[in-house]
């Protein structure tokens, strides 16, 4: 388990407490700089700047689109981090010769043109035409003696992503974040602080250190870190929006992330199976876990229940220990289970638990709580354990990770309860941890906490389209047999069994998908799990957070989490193109937003782009169960397209040598309507220990018409009568009335499918132009007055759908303006507000005056999107306003229509949505 006892998890507060109050923007007024520039010397690829005071600077440009800003503010430079966090930063590049612009010196490279302004110092940074703007210094660089901060300017629309495992909405644009450890684990924390962002403006930041801190992205944005030292690298990307490029650049410095073994994309299991040991802290006689050896017969059940599932780690329990750990590896290995251990005290055993089967690692806060430099070298610790004794690969589960921390580990949010709000924040955390370079990044499902069926079946749901997951039993709710408190996706009761099993075995059966998506990130930086504007930069709804619910699944799938208890689900955005709902088959033509999406328990919202070229194994319950002796290429035609499916044995470090394949897919089709679809399947090139020598293929495309031949090579595949003709057939095609059923039989080579006249779905367009924001997921944020005690008339009852209750302020003792703050769920680009005054015959509280504004936060609401005084009436007043995306919608009322008093009331708060 990861929590550790109470007086613990207080005394880690404790200790804690002093970073988090120290950490905040410093005051200009209190700080030092640096002066003005006095001259500039070349050394290589180092510009040294001397000053007229005592503090020194210095630039060096590791490539063209990488450099380093450092300040030392008594003139002596100082390295803490060293190579921890950066472990390369020498690409062999020779830096250009610089230019005295008068008020400024130049270093212009192909990527950028950096200026060292002279008076006051300050830098700014431009594309290399010195003209587009990435970033520039609002004030000079300051320090107190304890903190160091560089103030940025912001641009009107410039958005801002990163920090690390964010607890919360990841477009960061007026919020203040913090790049500190605190092990709380709560909304807007961070599990895994990274001291890196990187903007819209295309461009990345690292601060090179391991003091905490603080990012205000508000205007203009203040970032500061806990030293008195100023150290960070700076990443350009390829133009405005390249964030992939940017990812790209700042993992070849702080390394790409790992390549976790096929089983540790199968969901995982963690509890304490050694009960009967003194030293254990939960309860001693928990049934079926008492040895260690017990955990097999739960991996019986697992099987037994047809529940895919890869990985179990047996000690997780503060004393539990372990016992007979050999017999319980070699158990759990005969039903295809991996064995790992949790560590509550440290690592000294590892050389023997390797020998004995573990081979995975989950660490805890007792002994890395203390996080930073500390936390980062147990997780080294533990990848050097495995790969030192194994010719395994590593798989480690940390919290408090850092810059750096996606070479070596997952990364999960801590200790967190099983309810529909967390569920709501894992989302994006999840999501947004990605825009710091984290493939691998995690929560427990359900929580390790609290829980109940509904929560469990939807949170799994969407989990399973992430490439590492993990249940936390011992904790939790008491399902289904009296005497267990278990979270294992096959200890439910129906139907939330069945839901279980349907995701994660498609997930098993997406299984060379994600692996491909997990290797593509250990070559590119760009994680297989993305916020939207990874994928669509320059979409202004992908920008923000009205995107920050759902999630791009590698290339081809978005989720939308279902994250509330209801069964439809409103605001899905998709962007543009065309989108094919994978449940039903009915295509969309994005951009657009879908309300109303039909998603009982057993339903995610889930859709596929036009083009995707998807791999998929047969069915099977872990990695290896199966030989795959048929591939199959699930295929959504639309204009041309490709995927390079990447595979190697799965399990140890020869790919690193080059053990490994790729097997290149095109797919020609029409854009629309009726055409030709070409598949090329390319030679599977390379080779690894297993790889068969040839294999079968299957194609499932998506059409809505047969076509009129299928050929393979020159070769004519017989059409077959029925479904079960096809499935006993070597080879041949069956149209089901929306998917095409092909199969080529077994190639050693490369080969191409063509399907002649075939036709492709038409899309639909969901209506355009305002849609009403659906209320399911409202709640009052703020009011600043309500009458509770002589009336019922709570500020709740402006969103409650019933128009004889009203909010109304409090009949004495207040005055104006007030205002009611509305939460809307999700960011929506929200256009108009409907105001209902009471309906109840009474006039007081009527608005006159009144503000309104749309906001991304509720601390940094900016200018109102509207202005006006409302007529002295019953009827509904419209207020239409320029689209503003935001969640959160803010009405002030500055008097009363009648002057009748210091009241406000409302009826009714309606608004809309530009789609």
Known sequence: MTSPPRRLRLLLGGLLIGTALSVCPISPASAATAGNVTGLTQAGNVYNIATNSSAKARVTFARADIFRIELAPTGTYSDPAGTDITIKTSFGYSAPAFTDAGTYYRVTTSSVSLRINKSPLTFATYKADNTTLLWSESAPLNWTGSQTTQSLTQGPSEQYYGTGLRLGEWALRGKTVPVKIDNAWNENDNASPAPFYMSTNGYGVLRNTWAPGSYAFTGPSALTHDENRFDAYYFAGNGPGDLKGVLNAYTDVTGKPFLAPMWGLEVGNADCFNASNPTYQGDHNRVGHQVTPDVVAYATDARNKNMPSGW??????????????????????????????????????????????????????????????????????????????????????????????????????????????????????????????????????????????ATYARDLQWKAFTPALMTMSGWGPTNPSTGYNDKQPWRWAEPTLSINRKYLQLKMRLMPYMYTMSANATTTGTPAVRAMVLDYPN????????????????????????????????????????????????????????????????????????????????????????????????????????????????????????????????????????????????????????????????????????????????????????????????????????????????????????????????????????????????????????????????????????????????????????????????????????????????????????????????????????????????????????AKSGRYVRLRALTEAGNRGPWTSVAELNATSAV
């Open 539 to 882: 979409d202004p709804v992908a920008r923000g957070n009205q995107t920050s619910g759902e999630f791009l699944s590698g290339d081809s799938f978005l989720v939308a989490p279902v994250v509330t208890n209801t069964t439809t689900r409103d605001g899905i955005y998709l962007p543009a193109g065309t989108w094919t709902d994978y449940w039903t088959g009915q295509v969309y033509q994005g951009p657009t937003t879908l309300n109303g999406y039909n998603a009982p328990l057993d339903t995610l919202p889930l859709f596929v782009k036009g083009g995707a070229i998807v791999p998929m194994w047969p069915q099977m319950n872990y990695t290896g169960e199966k030989a795959v002796s048929t591939l199959t290429y699930d295929l959504y035609p639309r204009g041309t397209s490709n995927f390079t499916l990447y595979e190697d044995d799965g399990i140890t470090r020869a790919y690193k040598t080059g053990a490994s394949a790729t097997q290149a897919v095109t797919m020609t089709a029409p854009t629309s309507g009726t055409g030709d679809i070409t598949v090329d399947v390319g030679a599977s090139v390379g080779t690894y220990t297993g790889k068969p020598t040839s294999r079968g293929y299957e194609f499932t495309t998506h059409l809505a018409g047969a076509p009129t031949s299928v050929t393979l090579g020159g070769t004519t595949l017989t059409k077959h009568a029925s479904k079960a003709a096809y499935d006993s057939a070597p080879t041949g095609w069956y149209f089901d009335g929306k998917v095409l059923w092909t199969k080529a039989g077994a190639q050693s080579a490369g080969f191409s499918v063509t399907m002649t006249g075939a036709t492709l779905p038409g899309s639909t367009v969901p209506p355009t132009g305002s849609q009403p924001i659906p209320r399911t997921g409202w709640s009052v944020l703020l009011a600043d007055s309500q009458e509770t005690a002589s009336a019922n008339n709570a500020a709740t009852n402006a969103i409650d759908g019933n128009s004889s209750t009203i909010w109304h302020t409090k009949w004495t003792g207040g005055t104006l303006p007030h205002e009611i703050q509305i939460d809307l769920g999700a960011s929506y680009n929200v256009d108009s507000l409907q105001v209902l005054p009471r309906q109840d015959g009474g006039a007081n509280g009527r608005i006159g005056s009144y503000e309104i504004y749309v906001s991304d936060s509720p601390t940094g609401w900016g200018t109102a999107v509207a202005t006006g005084t409302f007529s002295d009436t019953a009827t509904e007043k419209t207020v239409t306003f320029a």
């Open 312 to 453: 179990f780690l047996p000690n997780d329990g503060y004393g539990c220990g372990y016992t007979n750990l050999s017999t319980a590896a070699s158990g759990l290995a005969a039903k295809g289970f991996h064995t790992g251990l949790w560590t509550s005290t440290g690592l000294n055993g590892m050389p023997g638990e390797i020998a004995a089967g573990s081979r995975a690692v989950k660490t805890d806060v007792a002994w890395i709580g203390g996080g930073y430099k500390s936390a980062f070298t147990g997780v080294n610790q533990a990848v050097n354990g495995i790969e030192s004794n194994s010719d395994a690969r590593r798989f480690v589960w940390t919290v408090d990770g850092w810059a750096g921390t996606q070479r070596n580990a997952v990364v999960w949010t801590g200790d967190t309860e099983g309810n529909w709000d967390n569920m709501r924040w894992h989302v994006p955390a999840i999501a947004g941890a990605g825009l710091s370079g984290l493939n691998y990044a995690s929560g427990d499902i359900d929580g390790i906490f609290q829980g109940s069926p």
